[in-house]
């Protein structure tokens, strides 16, 4: 089963507004990271953020992390065209395997 | 720079037709190596990883097989393919950094099972 769900399955956004999409996770984690893909393509890192972290950002993005409610947030700020895409959680319990999430659909509006 | 492929980029198979898909990754040594497969607007589903040649671990049951004959080789194949086959092949391999594995994928490869 997937240990990662994200929520919502799918978000429509204007231009210029920010984005946010939640992951929950069932075990306890060494890290949890989140990907992009674009249609039809592979997944591109976005951010890792380690168990012992709270809170991260890497340019327009912001990522929580709240160990006690197994969840974390991902932040997209000043949303662009170029933004449209599926937004993947993954965690990893250990050191060999990542598991993912069944995404969020985030399309960005012009 | 690391960079990874994967071929074909679509390939359409009729039921029964054996399979082979190939992946290599370049500019790094020793990698774990994996290969997901994703349905039409779902998540990724893990199918095998490898962390050396000839080791392979399978995740799911299902009657495809993985192989890695050289360090940055990592082959996915079947004998007899089913239609619950089709889907979308990524490959990926890890660059294993302290506290951190983060993965790389390659550009996938759409499979169409008829």
């Known amino acids: 089963s997937q240990q990662g769900e994200e929520d919502p399955q799918a978000l429509s956004i204007q231009e210029g507004e920010n984005a946010t999409m939640n992951c929950s996770y069932k075990?306890?984690?060494?890290?949890l990271q989140w990907y992009r893909q674009n249609s039809g393509r592979g997944l591109v890192h976005l951010i890792l953020?380690?168990?012992?972290?709270r809170e991260k950002h890497s340019g327009r993005l912001r990522v929580t992390l709240d160990t006690s409610k197994k969840s974390s947030s991902l932040l997209i700020t000043a949303s662009r065209a170029a933004d449209t895409a599926s937004y993947f959680c993954?965690?990893?319990?250990?050191?060999?395997?990542?598991?993912f999430g069944t995404g969020t659909r985030l399309t960005i509006i012009p | 720079s690391q960079t990874i492929h994967q071929w074909p980029a679509t390939l359409v198979q009729p039921v029964g037709s054996p399979l082979s898909l190939e992946c290599t990754v370049e500019?790094?040594?020793?990698?774990?190596l994996y290969w997901y497969r994703q349905a039409a607007g779902r998540g990724l589903q893990l199918l095998f990883y490898?962390?050396?040649?000839?080791?392979i671990s399978s995740e799911v049951p299902q009657n495809l097989s993985a192989s890695r004959p050289q360090d940055r080789q990592f082959i996915l194949s079947s004998k007899k393919l089913l239609l619950s086959d089709s889907g979308f092949y990524l490959c990926?391999?890890?660059?294993?950094?302290?506290?951190?594995?983060?993965?790389?994928f390659g550009p996938g490869t759409r499979l169409l099972v008829l």
């Open positions: 990926a391999w890890i660059k294993k950094s302290t506290g951190g594995e983060t993965q790389y």
């Open positions: 075990t306890s984690i060494n890290n």
């Open positions: 953020i380690r168990s012992n972290e």
């Open positions: 993954a965690t990893a319990p250990g050191n060999e395997k990542l598991t």
């Open positions: 500019g790094t040594s020793n990698p774990n």
């Open positions: 490898s962390v050396g040649i000839g080791q």
